[in-house]
């Protein structure tokens, strides 16, 4: 027990500080960056979870919809009615997959595609926002450790 | 424009690559950790809203509601909706600012504390787990550039 007793003893939050709790500060990013970018998506008629979808099917070529609620960070029944949406407005298409009529497959289409490039300049920006100060060596240090992160994290197979 | 041509051209999210895209990231990240809290503590009648007001309050005496909601990352009318709860059970207790009648504090109560102490090695567990194979300085330049990040994105005056 002696030699992992400091990591295994539990510290309160109080003594690490909200500060320096990493998934606090994570919560708090994501929640300002998704906050900012929906102001700016409101007026192209979608909202966070659509920008989602449309920026994962952009670059996943018709994942199935288990895979894109994974990717997009949506529960299945909140992507669905995303979808639903995405549909009406012409810019996504579910289809039943040729090999497995159990399985759906998402597809984005050209008008899809147009809105998304319209709205993956703002993306990118409040990005670059975000990164600001911040040189090329620490993002890559930062992003390989987030990596580190998801993979503790792993509850899904993809 | 020459010399930040690098920086201000826009790359695209299928250059970037989703798995290298930070905001995505974090996004997975903090929705597993939810994920996996929440189902930690269903069982002692909470939820990710209340337990997030808890771990603040257990920290930060009486704040305004507006900070709490802050802090805990949680919109004022989610955020009024998980209070209610948490008076209900005894575990918050809302009161008028003594010194300025139109402002409300929080205050957790001794049940509370009692309950966020029951919750927190979950939280610490969960933590650590993430943060598994990951040492020291790794951590501290990771948790850096996240307060960094946080500056960066900065929409409330706390």
Same mark, same amino acid.
Request: aromatic share 6%; glycine share 6%.
């Given at each position: ?14 003594? @690490?500080?909200?500060?320096?709790? /990493? ?7 994501? /929640? ?8 700016? @998506? ?9 920008? !989602?979808?449309?920026? *994962?099917?952009?670059? @996943?070529?018709? &994942? ?6 994974? #990717? ?12 639903? /949406? ?9 289809? *039943?997959? &040729?090999?497995?009529? =159990?399985? *759906? =497959?998402?597809? @984005?289409?050209?008008?899809? !595609?147009?809105?998304? %490039?319209?709205?993956? &300049?703002?993306? +990118?920006?409040? #990005? ?6 911040? %040189?090329?060596?620490? !993002?890559?240090? +930062? ?14 197979? +993809?």
């Amino acid at each position: 027990m002696k030699e992992k007793s400091r990591k295994s003893s539990t510290q309160t939050l109080g003594e @690490i500080g909200l500060d320096n709790f /990493a998934t606090y500060l994570m919560n708090r990013i994501a /929640a300002r960056y998704n906050a900012q970018m929906s102001e700016q @998506i409101s007026n192209l008629g979608l909202n966070t979870l659509k920008m !989602r979808a449309l920026a *994962v099917l952009s670059i @996943i070529e018709s &994942p199935l919809i288990s895979e894109l609620a994974v #990717y997009s960070v949506t529960e299945k029944s909140t992507l669905s009615r995303a979808l639903d /949406a995405l549909e009406e407005d012409g810019l996504a298409q579910r289809s *039943v997959d &040729p090999c497995d009529s =159990r399985a *759906v =497959r998402v597809k @984005i289409t050209g008008a899809g !595609r147009d809105v998304f %490039d319209g709205v993956w &300049p703002h993306m +990118f920006e409040a #990005y670059q926002t975000m990164f600001e100060g911040i %040189d090329d060596d620490e !993002r890559h240090a +930062f992003i390989g450790t987030l990596k580190k992160l998801l993979r503790n994290t792993k509850i899904h197979d +993809f």
